[in-house]
Antibody, heavy 127, light 110 residues
C-alpha cells in the first residue's frame, strides 16, 4: 500500500520561499509508471495543480503556467521523496498543499489519475 | 474560476439517487478521461472513480461515472449519510498541458 507523508513549515513570511517534502513508502520516486505531483487547495482558487516530476530514463518536470516562474519540484532518490519549493510567496499562496502520486495508465497523461494523496499541509503566508 | 464546471451543491435523502455533473471542453474532457475524487470533511481528496467509469477496489458499486462528449457525471445511488462530502472532477487539459479540476460539489444528505 502506497503512502505519502508530507512535512514542512506551516507558516512562511511574504517574499520568502515555501518548502515542503513528500516521503514515499510502498513505491519509488524513480518508478516508470508514476509521476509525483503537488496540488494546492484554497477557498478562493479551489483545487489547483502546481506541477510534477517523473522519471523516464531521465528526469522531467511539468509546471502550471500560473506558478512556472516561481516553482521547483525535485526528486530525492536517496530518501525516496520529492520536494516543492515556491519562491516569492504572497498571502495569495496561503492554501492546503497536497502531494499526490499520478498513476500512469497509458501513453498520454490524459489516461492517468491521482492515487493516493498525502495528508495535506496548511501553509499560511503571513508576516 | 475553475476550468471544469460543477454545481456548487447537491442534496438528497437516504436511499435516493443523486447525480453530479462536470462540464468541460474539447481540450480536457472531450479528449481525455475523467476522474472523480471524494473529500470528506477535514481530509485529503480520495480517488472515487477513474478512467470515466472505473471504481478502485473498496469503492461501493453505489458510485458510478459516465462521460459523453465534453461532459461527465457522477451518480450515487442508495444515498447514505456517510456520502456527505465534497466531490471533484478532474481531467488532463491538452491546451494548458496540466491537470484541471472542477470547483467541487458539496453533497448534503438530508
Amino acid at each position: 500500500q502506497v503512502q505519502l507523508q508530507q512535512s514542512g513549515p506551516g507558516l512562511v513570511k511574504p517574499s520568502q520561499t515555501l518548502s515542503l517534502t513528500c516521503a514515499i513508502s510502498g513505491d519509488s520516486v524513480s518508478s516508470n509508471s508514476a509521476a509525483w505531483n503537488w496540488i494546492r487547495q484554497s477557498p478562493s482558487r479551489g483545487l489547483e495543480w502546481l506541477g510534477r516530476t517523473y522519471y523516464r530514463s531521465k528526469w522531467y518536470n511539468d509546471y502550471a503556467v500560473s506558478v512556472k516562474s516561481r516553482i521547483t519540484i525535485n526528486p530525492d532518490t536517496s530518501k525516496n521523496q520529492f520536494s516543492l519549493q515556491l519562491n516569492s510567496v504572497t498571502p495569495e499562496d496561503t492554501a492546503v498543499y497536497y502531494c499526490a502520486r499520478e498513476i500512469v495508465a497509458g501513453p498520454e497523461s490524459g489516461y492517468n489519475w491521482f492515487d493516493p494523496w498525502g495528508q495535506g499541509t496548511l501553509v499560511t503566508v503571513s508576516s | 474560476q475553475s476550468v471544469l464546471t460543477q454545481p456548487p451543491s447537491a442534496s438528497g435523502t437516504p436511499g435516493q439517487r443523486v447525480t453530479i455533473s462536470c462540464s468541460g471542453s474539447s481540450s480536457n474532457i472531450g479528449s481525455n478521461t475523467v476522474n472523480w475524487y471524494q473529500q470528506l470533511p477535514g481530509t485529503a481528496p480520495k480517488l472515487l472513480i477513474y478512467s470515466n467509469n472505473q471504481r478502485p477496489s473498496g469503492v461501493p458499486d453505489r458510485f458510478s461515472g459516465s462521460k459523453s462528449g465534453t461532459s461527465a457525471s457522477l451518480a450515487i445511488s442508495g444515498l447514505q449519510s456517510e456520502d456527505e462530502a465534497d466531490y471533484y472532477c478532474a481531467a488532463w487539459d491538452d491546451s494548458l498541458k496540466g491537470w484541471v479540476f472542477g470547483g467541487g460539489t458539496k453533497l448534503t444528505v438530508l
